[in-house]
């Protein structure tokens, strides 16, 4: 048995006791060794992998996979295992595989990831079809763009249900003459189609046949239904729009199921009508309704975002003065206020934009205000600090040698002072409306108005071309902002 | 006349710069301040045109004590002593045209500045004398596009509009390479001899003090512990140079550390 060394010396650390001290908790052995921050680190590591098993068990959040808690408990074990091995090696002034340690962490972070977050790869390749045609109305929605003046020919016949008891009482069906357009239904009464819940399927109605003439020939006919309350439908039979083609002398027959339209509440006989319609001209192409709205959003959107900045250029500027360290350190009282200007800058500017379009919504209500009151918070805090910051870093060399032309203190503001900081200035201010611009539209989507809040409308609306119209002027606009940011930026910096 | 009596400076944290300096520089001279990093030099030269308030001592220039000169007058003064820097001290983002021309600032009515306007008659003295130091195809370049050297010419030009009796020089060719050094010092010589400017130029290297200067006073810690004039300069060995400088200290000629920095 060796005898203990003295204390106080520098003992050489014993491989049996950082081995022990590791069993009971990894890294201990490590901090025995004197690897102090390591051990820490390697302490915390296993707590957090032991509780988040724990956790992943307890929590309703996660759905563990069969066969997940086994990796996750294994991979535990064998960082255990290592972090006896690795204080060991330590101790004997080795180093046992450092970075196999590194691996088990991020094996088990990956797999316990995986699970949280339920990463669906299959999902993600196999369901890409449902966003498809979403996505191609997103990036072509340009008929959306376009609205036309439309000239239809059309004629419209009657149709009754319930079949009235007296036959002199059923729409008449008349047959027109020469070019004249029209439309006839046979049967004229019937049932419609209705879902039996003894048999829980869909019995058809009464088979329908139209019959059209004096249609522009090999053109296509649509077939609209108005039922007795006013509400008009294109008809849907055997899963699709019914529709009609028109033969080379301008006739038309098409067979279709009554459809399925709610009677419960019906009294008596109710008449419906039946019209068929075409288009025979598409003119003057013109800038849809939705198109100008857009517009007219982005044009609100950017001067969102130009409000905001002259609001925060106003009252950042004075602000960016006091925050500056150098012109503040004379007393302890400035240095005071410049440590409480600068907290509150910082608490400002660390709340996102889009909190403060919620907090200004409840505010002034929604609307482009709102925008503008959550952006100008926020440029005011980030304008202030990059002023300051530029205020800091002026050259005490250019005043030395202005003051010793013997100009006056004023010359010395003017012509050592200003010219350091406008290019800054200048340079940071119009970064922030370039990024006051790309915020403004996300803060329409919480009611800050301006484009953001119509592409908020649109999605939930599943209106994907407009939402595509609109995505698009953003991201023009967005881009023509970076660039001459860009460009006036080279100019001055 | 330049005489400085008992110049001292003490600054607010206790460290003394300036003990108790008293030299005289004659019109016309070429003074040469010599003495290591920190040995007062910049304080000497600062204390002169007032840009730093010296504790005790006077400086009286052509008869007037510059250290009575009251604040709002100080102008009057500073506007006939220039100064070039070792860092040039240029408005780094400015014209050349514009940092020469603020040479005249202390001419011109302060509320001119406010909208940035010089009279023409200063206009044309600017390009005369960037014409002077070479620069004629830079005026409208930004200073910080030019070289080292360059950008002391500019220094050099904003000193000659400003119309100076005196110039003050705080290592010029410290940050220059020493065929820039020799042709910056070749400057300030011209203006030395042709236009009869009274030179005190701080320097570090034993060649250039003997080309350049008429006469030579020697710092260390704050003190004036050599004068001497053309005659002595020449005649100073490297081992009296070492002395003034400390033991510590290398002669070293300006090439040779140049050649070591490249």
Known sequence: ?493 | MLEVHNLTKIYEDGTQALDNVSFSVPDGAFLAVIGLSGSGKSTLLRCINRLIEPTSGTIIWNGQDITAVPRGELRLVRRQIGMIFQQFNLVKRSSVLTNVLSGRLGYVNPLFSLINYFPADDRQRALAALDRVGLTDKINNRADTLSGGQQQRVGIARVLVQGVRLLLADEPVSSLDPVLAHSILGQLETLNREDKITVVCSLHYLDLVQRYSTQVIGLRDGRVVFEGDNLTIRQMTPERFKEIYGEEAELVSAAKVAGEER
């Open chain 1, 1 to 493: 048995m060796t005898p203990l060394p003295p204390s106080g010396s520098r003992a050489k650390p014993s491989p049996v006791v950082a081995g022990l001290l590791s069993l009971v908790l990894p890294g201990a052995g490590h901090y025995y060794v004197g690897k102090r921050g390591q051990g820490i680190l390697v302490a915390v590591l296993a707590v957090v992998m032991v509780a988040l098993i724990l956790w992943a068990q307890a929590t309703r959040e996660v759905d563990l996979q069969p066969g997940t808690e086994i990796i996750l408990i294994v991979s535990t074990v064998a960082y255990w295992l290592w972090a006896i091995a690795s204080a060991v090696s330590h101790a004997r002034e080795r180093n046992f595989l450092p970075t196999l340690g590194l691996i088990l962490v991020l094996a088990y972070t990956y797999v316990l990831g995986w699970q949280v977050t339920e990463v669906n790869l299959k999902k993600f390749f196999t369901e890409f079809s449902d966003i498809y045609p979403i996505f191609t109305k997103v990036m072509w929605p340009w008929e959306a763009a376009i609205e036309y003046d439309v000239t239809n020919i059309s004629a419209t016949t009657r149709f009754a249900n319930p079949c009235p008891e007296n036959a002199a009482d059923l729409p008449p069906q008349t047959e027109g003459s020469g070019g004249q357009t029209w439309v006839t239904i046979a049967p004229a009464c019937g049932d419609f189609s209705k879902y039996d819940t003894t048999q829980g399927k869909l019995a058809p109605g009464t088979l329908l046949a139209l019959k059209a003439s004096g249609l522009r020939p090999n053109e296509p006919v649509e077939i609209y239904w108005t039922d007795a309350i006013g509400n008009e439908f294109r008809p849907r039979y055997e899963g699709a729009t019914v529709k009609g083609m028109a033969d080379a002398q301008g006739n038309m027959t098409v067979t279709f199921g009554a459809p399925q339209i709610e009677t419960t509440t019906q009294v008596g006989v109710q008449r419906h009508t039946i019209e068929v319609r075409q288009q025979v001209s598409k003119t003057n192409p013109h800038m849809s309704v939705d198109m100008e709205l857009a517009l007219n959003r982005i044009v609100v959107t950017i001067f969102q975002a130009l409000m905001a900045t002259s609001f925060g250029i106003i009252l950042a500027l004075p602000l960016s003065f006091i925050a500056a360290r150098n012109l503040m350190s004379g007393s302890p009282l400035t240095l005071a206020i410049y440590y409480a200007i600068r907290f509150v800058l910082n608490v400002v500017r660390s709340i996102e934009p889009i909190i403060w379009a919620l907090i200004a919504t409840v505010w002034v209500g929604l609307g482009p205000f709102a925008g503008v009151i959550a952006l100008t918070l926020h440029t005011i805090a980030a304008l202030a600090k990059l002023y300051s910051e530029a205020i800091e870093s002026i050259e005490s060399g250019p005043i030395e040698a202005i003051t010793a032309t013997g100009a006056s203190p004023l010359q010395v503001i003017m012509h050592a002072i200003i010219p350091q900081v406008i290019p800054p200035f200048v340079s940071f201010t119009i970064y922030r409306w370039d990024i006051n611009v790309r915020l403004s539209t996300i803060i329409g989507f919480v009611g800050g108005g301006g484009i953001g809040q119509l592409l908020y409308q649109w999605t939930g609306q599943s209106l994907w071309s407009q939402a595509g119209l609109a995505v698009w002027l953003i991201a023009a606009t967005v881009s023509v902002m970076d660039y001459a940011s860009a460009e006036i930026r080279k100019r001055f910096v």
